[in-house]
């Protein structure tokens, strides 16, 4: 079954423990997103990878990273979270070709709380 | 703001009826994506309509893109409880390809039975 599969499901943690959201896709995708959702605000981008040793920032990324050294995973690290980093986070992943990623739905993993005290 | 509208927030609906769900924007987008996310379950892509469409149906799904108003609509004919969810536009932006979308607040859709 073609899915994205992010881990943990849920976690709560306390400020500056690091911590990591590990994402896996299935579909050979090129493209690679991490979002968070937060009341009010929508889903925002926080990074995203176009392909393998490729990212970028999206609309929020301080506070996190990622890597990509496989094609298949994308993981988000907290050096050192803190609590305005509550939320849920999603991956996503897409088709297409560089310069059409745009043109393509995205498949969204079913998301990770992150509790953060 | 590059974020968009979308009304109503939210709507409540019994089974059988249609339910119309709005999406405005601001900047020209490449195309606009419809997507469902049930209660504590990730987004689920329901129909992308490119720029140069004015109109996509997929099942009991009617999609409509008006670039002049800068507008789009979701249509859902027929619901069922099973419908219930939030529903998001997302545009993907005309300028550059980096993929990303920008996600409207939803509309928070009940369907009683």
């Known amino acids: 079954e073609a899915q994205v599969t992010q881990n943990p499901r849920y976690l709560i943690t306390v400020t500056g423990k690091k911590l990591t959201v590990t994402c896996s896709q299935n579909m050979n995708h090129e493209y690679m997103s991490w979002y968070r959702q937060d009341p009010g605000l929508g889903l925002r981008q926080i990074y995203y990878?176009?392909?393998?040793?490729?990212?970028d920032k999206g609309d929020v990324p301080e506070g996190y990273k990622v890597s990509r050294k496989e094609k298949r995973n994308f993981p988000l690290i907290l050096e050192s979270p803190s609590p305005n980093q509550t939320s849920l986070y999603f991956c996503?992943?897409?088709?297409?070709?560089?310069?059409?990623?745009?043109?393509?739905?995205?498949?969204f993993g079913d998301g990770t709380r992150l509790s953060i005290l | 703001s590059q974020q968009g509208e979308e009304d109503p927030q939210a709507l409540s609906i019994q089974e059988g009826e249609n339910a119309t769900m709005n999406c405005s924007y601001k900047?020209?987008?490449?195309?606009l994506q419809w997507y469902r996310q049930n209660s504590g379950r990730g987004l689920v892509h329901l129909i992308l309509i490119r720029s140069n469409e004015r109109e996509k149906h997929s099942g009991r799904l009617r999609v409509t893109l008006d670039t002049s108003k800068k507008s789009s609509s979701l249509l859902i004919t027929a619901s069922r409880a099973a419908d219930t969810a939030s529903y998001f536009c997302a545009r993907a932006l005309g300028s550059g390809n980096t993929g990303k979308l920008i996600f409207g607040q939803g509309t928070t859709l009940q369907v009683k039975p």
């Open positions: 900047t020209s987008i490449n195309n």
């Open positions: 990878s176009m392909n393998v040793e490729v990212t």
């Open positions: 996503a992943s897409s088709s297409g070709r560089m310069g059409q990623h745009s043109n393509q739905p995205q498949h």
